[in-house]
């Protein structure tokens, strides 16, 4: 069975820094492209960034482009979002979700997400 | 950057009722191989985003029958042929065409 979990989300203030993990199993983590979705509160799903399988190729939302960097490590199966410089308006559930080798590449397996609160 | 539209914002449903989603993109969404790179989810209350349909039509593992994708080029319709209970939530579209992937703004879709 896929499985995604997400954690390292919490509570940090303007201009923090964060480290979201996602851990995978069920599934050969190392042939897959990878992804981050967040959700504001009462919002929308919206796209932050994307790694291919070996990680020498990624992808980000201008949002985000020069503050959070996204990698993995396949020997520990583990995804990671590197998020500096924050901002309230970074609030959200942060997704990982796997891009499935098939069809238009759609997020087949999604994590239940791990929340980012930035407040002072 | 492709821009979804759905519609409507709200839909509320009678079970056993037909429902449709309409959604459309800022441009086509036909790739070279003759696909549509459009996708369709639902997040169920308290739940994170589960696939339904993948390349426009084509139902992901698992998803009843009674969900089914149409549509082409920059206008696609989800419809279900008999709301149960169990399809409240929100859907969304999702263009896998170009990055950045961008989503539809959801259709919440409740029982009247």
């Known amino acids: 069975e896929v499985q995604l979990v997400e954690s390292g989300g919490g509570l940090v203030q303007p201009g923090g820094s964060l480290r979201l993990s996602c851990a995978a199993s069920?599934?050969?983590?190392?042939?897959?492209?990878m992804h981050w979705v967040r959700q504001a509160p009462g919002k929308g799903l919206v796209w932050v960034s994307r790694i291919n399988s070996d990680g020498s190729s990624t992808s980000y939302a201008d949002s985000v482009r020069g503050r959070f960097t996204i990698s993995r490590d396949n020997a520990k199966n583990t995804l990671y979002m590197q998020m500096n410089s924050l901002r309230a308006e970074d609030t959200a559930v942060f997704y990982c979700?796997?891009?499935?080798?098939?069809?238009?590449?759609?997020?087949?397996?999604w994590g239940r997400g791990t929340l980012v609160t930035v407040s002072s | 950057d492709i821009v979804m539209t759905q519609s409507p914002l709200s839909l509320p449903v009678t079970p056993g009722e037909p429902a449709s989603i309409s959604c459309r993109s800022s441009q086509s969404l036909l790739h070279t191989n003759r696909y549509n790179y459009l996708d369709w989810y639902l997040q169920k209350p308290g739940q994170s985003p589960q696939l339904l349909i993948y390349l426009g039509s084509s139902r992901a593992s698992g998803v009843p029958d009674r969900f089914s994708g149409s549509g082409s080029g920059t206008d696609f319709t989800l419809r279900i042929s008999r709301v149960e209970a169990e399809d409240v939530g929100v859907y969304y579209c999702?263009?896998?065409?170009?990055?950045?992937?961008?989503f539809g703004g959801g259709t919440k879709v409740e029982v009247k």
């Open positions: 979700a796997r891009e499935g080798d098939y069809g238009d590449f759609p997020l087949d397996f």
């Open positions: 999702m263009q896998t065409l170009q990055t950045p992937l961008t």
């Open positions: 069920g599934f050969t983590f190392s042939n897959y492209w």
